[in-house]
Every structure is written in C-alpha cells, then in structure tokens.
C-alpha cells in the first residue's frame, strides 16, 4: 500500500494545521530503497527522521554478540524521530526488507517549521515520550538479562574456584599416594644363580593400588607377591602399605601360601570397616633347591607359564577377593619349575588397557606377546612385554596401574 505524503504526515502529527502539513510535504525528500539497504546503523550518528510511504523495514540491535529484532515498520509507520531532538548515535540499525519508499526529513529543514508551529513541537514530544518509553523497556530488559547474565556468571565463578580448590586438594592427595606407592615398591629384587626376578609398574594418571614384592623368607624359600587393590587415590595407598605390612609379617611366621593369604584377609577386617575396598592378590612360595612353586590366587590375573617349546599356560587356581567377606577358602596349587622357564605374573591393567580406538589389548595379545619375548631373560622380557601394551596404546589415557613381575628360571 502506498500513501501520499500529506497523508502519512497527517497520521504522524496528530493535529497538525493544513499549512504546516502542506510545509511538511514540501520539504520532505522521497526516496526509494531495494531490499536490504541499511537506512540508519546503530552507533552512528544521523540527523534524519523517516516515515514509511511503501513497504516494510525491520528494526534491529545487537545484544550480547547476537542481533536481536525489535520491530518491523510498514506504511505509516516512522523511525529516526530522536534524530530531530539530540545529536546521540543511533540506538539501533534499520534496514529495509523489501523495496520501500521513505520520506526524509532532516533535522536543519525541520527545525525552521518547528519554530512556527506549537502543534507540531507537541506532537513530535508526544511521539518522542512514545519512543522513550519502548527505549525504556527495551533498556530494563536488557538490564534485567545482563543482571541474571551476572548472577549467573557469579555462580559459576564459585563454583569454578570450589572446583579448582577441590582439585588442588586431589592433586596434592594423588602426589602424596604416588609417593607412598613408590616408597613401597622394593628397591631391589633378590637375583640368586638359577633364579632372577624383574619387575615392571607404571602408575596410571590416578594412582591405584597395584604392588609387587619378592621376598627372601630363608636360605631356602622366596615369597612371591602381586596385589592390587580396589581403589584409587591416598586411600588406596593406605590400603596397600598396610596389606603389603601384614603380608611381609605373615609370610615370615608360615611358609604355606593359604595361611598367609588368609592371615592378611583376616587382618584387613580388623583396619577397615569398608566393604568397598579390597584386593586381588597371587601369592607364591618357591622353594629353591627343588623348583617347586606352591601357590594361591584371590580373584588375581592368571600369571603365565612360559615353557620352550610348549604352549604358555595360565596357572590354574581360584579364590575369591581378599577383604570383602568373612569366610574364604582358598586352595594350593603347586607346579615344578625347569630350566629356562618363565612364569609373568601381571595386574589387570595389562589385558584392560585401550588403545585410541577404545579396543582392549586383552590375555590373546599378552600371550603372543610372551611368545616371541619368552626367551629372553627377565630384565628384557619386563621391557619387552611392557612396549608392547605402550605400542597398543599410543596417546589413550591409562586408567589402571600396569605392572609387570617375571621370574627367569636358569639351568
């Protein structure tokens, strides 16, 4: 639809003389625009007042980043009236939306008329009181979302400092259970002519519970000790530093393996109320003279038996969690070691471990991987079966302890 001039001002200026409208009317500029022409831009500075004879224009502005609709404008409808009062940039962009005719007036040509005529100063007022108060609005609401932004904001920004504290606090836990894992571990494992041991751990980025030990128990037997336990974190390190006590305790008063095992489970009932924390654990005693290794496994990984020339074996034996419940069993199992034997005991964290593709290395990869490095001696087959898993995990996170103890059984 399109107006004539006379009768669009007539709808603007309520009121208004028959010479003053007819003044309006000639100093009034007609333009037409094709879409998507910017009439005015928010932040500049512009004198004009326009009034839409044809077409339509939308009203813009930015709010936080984004551009927010404020209103559309068609015929009759004006834009630009606070140009004629102050010097203030634009406090939004107009743009027109489809081909539209304006009429301009600028703010030297309007001010000579406005001088000769009240009814037109009243009625501009009366349209800029108008355009204020939607400013206003306009202004509260952004206001109120820039105080709910802010409130929001605080909140997270408590939240963050709660959480970074938290995390320093689990940072400095995890540093001092790595070092309580480290100062547990021994420094050296005995090494006797037929027999030598090496030993392989890799803390995972939280520490867990996994331990190993060798000990000499007299000029005849070696105790032969993996754990892990349950848990992660200080607590977990606690754990362990009391379970390695009581095993190293035990396996100096009885040279059977069940006894032992069973002296520990029942001694954890006593340092912890916890049902949530409690270990796997393989236990060997080897006697040196005869080869014989007499055994029991709680729930542990099934160490493997390397022999020349014959298939890799899993240790037979089953027992349940040492820790968790009351009444436990656990049977002995003994095997004949023989000249260039090589029994792997490893933690769960070998067979569990990822790779970037989220595909487990798993007990068949572990066991070709001893097939080709069982001949070495102790010390290499540690490294060797170690490389391997790190291989298969390139960059992945590990999340559980990798630890590795061989025994190498000479001639």
Not at 117 to 138: G, I
Not at 404 to 409: F, G, N, S
Request: charged letters at 25%.
């Amino acid at each position: 639809m399109s107006l004539g001039a006379t009768n669009v001002f007539r709808r603007v200026f309520v009121g208004l003389e028959p010479e003053t409208l007819e003044q309006l009317r000639t100093i009034a500029q007609r333009s037409s625009y094709p879409p998507k022409t910017v009439l005015c831009r928010e932040g500049e500075t512009e004198r004009t007042f326009y009034v839409v004879v044809e077409g339509r224009v939308i009203i813009t502005r930015q709010q936080n980043g984004e551009e927010q609709l404020l209103n559309m404008v068609g015929p009759g409808g004006y834009f630009g009236e606070m140009g004629l009062i102050d010097d203030q940039p634009r406090m939004a962009t107009v743009t027109t939306l489809t081909p539209t005719t304006v009429l301009e007036l600028t703010k030297e040509s309007f001010d000579h008329i406005l001088e000769d005529s009240p009814v037109l100063a009243h009625s501009l007022m009366h349209n800029v009181l108008k355009v204020s108060r939607r400013n206003d609005k306009w202004l509260i609401d952004e206001l109120h979302n820039k105080n709910e932004d802010l409130e929001k904001a605080y909140i997270d920004l408590k939240t963050a400092q709660a959480q970074l504290v938290e995390q320093k606090r689990l940072e400095k836990e995890l540093e001092l259970a790595a070092e309580v894992q480290r100062s547990l571990l021994p420094k050296h494992l005995p090494s006797y002519p037929r027999y030598k041991f090496a030993a392989y751990l890799e803390p995972a980025r939280l520490v867990g519970g996994d331990f190993y030990d060798v000990m000499e128990l007299d000029g005849e037997h070696v105790g032969i000790l993996i754990a892990d336990v349950a848990d992660k974190g200080f607590h977990a390190a606690l754990f362990m530093a009391v379970t390695r006590t009581m095993f190293w305790q035990a396996a100096h008063l009885s040279r059977s393996p069940a006894q032992v095992a069973l002296a520990v489970h029942q001694g954890l009932f006593q340092v912890t109320t916890q049902d949530d924390i409690f270990l796997t654990a393989f236990y060997g005693v080897l006697h040196r003279p005869s080869g014989r290794l007499t055994y029991v496994r709680a729930a542990h990984d099934r160490p493997l038996l390397y022999r020349p020339g014959e298939e890799i074996e899993a240790l037979t034996g089953d027992g349940r969690f040492l820790g968790i419940l009351p009444d436990l069993e656990l049977a002995e199992h003994t095997i004949q070691l023989q000249a260039n034997d090589r029994l792997i005991l490893f933690s769960d964290g070998v067979p569990d471990a990822f790779n970037m593709a989220e595909e487990q290395y798993g007990n068949e990869r572990l066991i070709q991987a001893v097939e080709r490095g069982g001949h070495l001696p102790a010390a290499k087959l540690v490294h060797h079966l170690a490389d391997d898993v790190a291989y298969w995990q390139q960059d992945a996170p590990a999340f559980d302890d990798l630890t590795l103890l061989v025994l190498e059984v000479n001639a």
